[in-house]
């Protein structure tokens, strides 16, 4: 896992362009004998081990995509490929199923029923790469799924889970504010494009704390704004990007309709036009309670596993959502922290890097998870 996950590491690719990546992956399921589909949705990759006896079907899910992020560790096996980086663990998501692909092919004549192996492209970005692979038919004759996510908070042994929401939906909006530009000292004769964004930047936030009940869960985060001019100039145009994260379908729904209200009204104040465009990328995932429940009590067993935590839900966004829209399944962080790094460099950090024996703990709990569920339902 080490060596295959180093390798990953060294050559990165981004959302979309996991060109070599992929054909890496279908090469190593090539070589184990199992059924090949590639390009499915985009870059994905799916690969079928048929077990010697009838049964149900589990699939497990790895991404392999990479950040647009240049990194700056001292590793010996850093990336080879200037401003790209895996920076949040896909790497070893990748190795760990690889592997895991590898031990239970050794035993397919005594496993009852069938592992589908989905390797996923473009977790990273929207719209991403669940979607477009469901589309193709990755869950065909799927009875479940198990994912999980390397997760440097948490340290070595320990898993994280819940069941229902645990990681929210992901959006994206970009406002541009079209006003009148003009000379810095003259501001009666423009229509001020920073005036007005730098009120919706307060605006807005009222959304979360006077219209959302408080019990509720939502954030509303601008993270650009860009409005480029000389110091002495009032800019005609201002451009502000943001995410909005919630975990109620209704309360996304609801957000996305009252920012059309406030930014309308906050232009119609200020005399200025607008476009406004709002992404629903990532939905919550939801974990259903049996299955999770049924991979926890199995991964309290698991040789290195010392902790099996109930933890909060968390405002990161995940595709893996898609595939528990469709059919059951079961969605955990397994801990990778480095002590080293991660108390300081977070995931999608230039310096990020983990504890890769969270990547063996991983390995198991899927396994032990995968062959238990297919002797229980043949």
Known sequence: MIEIRRYLHQYPELSFEEVKTAKYIAEYHEKLGHEIRIGVGGNGVVATLRGGKPGQAVALRADFDALPIHEETDLPYKSTV??????????????????????????????????????????????????????????????????????????????????????????????????????GAQPHTTKDSVVIGAQLVSNLQQIVSRRIDPLDTAVISIGSFEAVNAPNVIADTAILEGTVRTFKESTRSYIAEEMERVIKGTCLAGDVEYTYEYQKAYPAVINPVEEIEFVMELAKSVP???????????????????????????????????PE??????????????????????????????????????
């Open 304 to 338: 290195g596993v010392t902790s099996v935590k109930k933890v909060e839900p968390q405002m990161g966004g995940e595709d893996f959502a898609f595939y528990l829209q469709h059919i059951k399944g079961a969605f955990f962080f397994t801990g990778g922290q480095n």
């Open 82 to 183: 200037d401003g790209v980086m895996h920076a949040c663990g896909h790497d070893s998501h990748t190795a760990t199923l690889l592997v895991l692909a590898k031990v239970l092919n050794r035993m397919k004549d005594e496993i009852e029923g069938n592992v589908v192996f989905i390797h996923q492209h473009a977790e990273e970005k929207p719209p991403g790469g669940a979607n477009a692979m469901i589309e193709d038919g990755c869950l065909d004759g799927v009875d479940v799924i198990f994912g999980q996510h390397i997760w440097s908070p948490a340290p070595v042994g320990t898993i994280e889970y819940r069941p229902g929401p645990l990681m929210a939906a992901g959006d994206a909006f970009k406002i541009t504010i079209q006003g009148s530009g003009g000379h």
């Open 341 to 378: 790094v991660n108390a300081i460099y977070p995931h999608h950090h230039p310096k990020f890097d983990i504890d890769e024996k969270g990547m063996l703990i991983a390995a198991k709990t899927l396994g032990v998870a995968t062959l238990t569920y297919l002797e229980k339902n043949k």
